[in-house]
Each structure stands twice: as structure tokens, then as C-alpha cells.
């Protein structure tokens, strides 16, 4: 079932954060920028939704935050992944292969069995 905030498949934020965090260490807003920039404006993420997912992944050991100065000298807590974040992101994005080419076939099934 979709997210109603974020428009996203439950878990899928959580392995589009992974992914954006495994390119460089990010702060909240711009993970929710890249986001909508890579998804070329489909998800929207709201801060309810993200801190959470970060909050989630702290706890599951995927990732680990410091806080720093960004680009225009403010604060602001950076994100970044653990080596066990790494494989995280690998085992679920094996998981999302398999299952999107599951949907695929269903929704490309005509009604024959081949």
C-alpha cells in the first residue's frame, strides 16, 4: 500500500535514503531534494515521513549521523551509511528487482500460461 505522504510503496523510502546516503553524507533536506529531483518530482517526502525512516535506520544500525556546518554555515545533522547500511542496501535492492519484475509479469500477463 502507497504512503499517502510520500506517495512511495511502504519501505521503499528507506531504500531511496540508503541509496542517496551511499553517494555522499547528506543532511534531512537535501535527501528529501534529491529525492524529488531524481524522481523528477513524482515523491514528494515531508519531513514527518523522513525523520522517521532516518530514525528507523539509526536504530537498525544503518546509518550514523554527526552534526556539521553545511554549505551556507548552518547546522545541520549529516547522515551517512555503515558498512552494514552498505549491505543493507544491497540485499534491498535485490528485493526490489525481484519484486518489481514480479508486478511487471503479472501486469504483463494476457491471460495464457506460457
Not at 499517502?4 to 534531512?28: A, D, F, Y
Not at 531524481?38 to 514528494?44: A, R, T
Not at 545541520?76 to 544491497?90: C, D, K, M, P, Q
Amino acid at each position: 500500500m502507497a504512503d499517502e505522504r510520500t506517495g512511495m510503496l511502504q519501505g521503499t523510502l528507506e531504500l531511496l535514503v540508503l541509496k542517496i546516503i551511499s553517494l555522499e553524507p547528506m543532511h534531512g533536506w537535501g535527501i528529501t531534494q534529491r529525492i524529488e529531483q531524481l524522481s523528477e518530482q513524482v515523491f514528494q517526502v515531508n519531513q514527518g515521513s523522513l525523520y522517521p525512516a532516518l530514525e528507523r535506520l539509526t536504530r537498525g544500525g544503518w546509518i550514523r549521523s554527526e552534526w556539521r556546518t553545511t554549505e551556507s554555515n548552518r547546522r545541520a545533522r549529516y547522515y551517512e551509511l555503515t558498512a552494514a547500511g552498505r549491505r543493507r542496501l544491497v540485499a534491498e535492492h535485490g528485493g526490489w528487482k525481484r519484486s518489481s519484475a514480479a508486478v511487471n509479469a503479472i501486469l504483463a500477463w494476457n491471460g495464457a500460461l506460457p
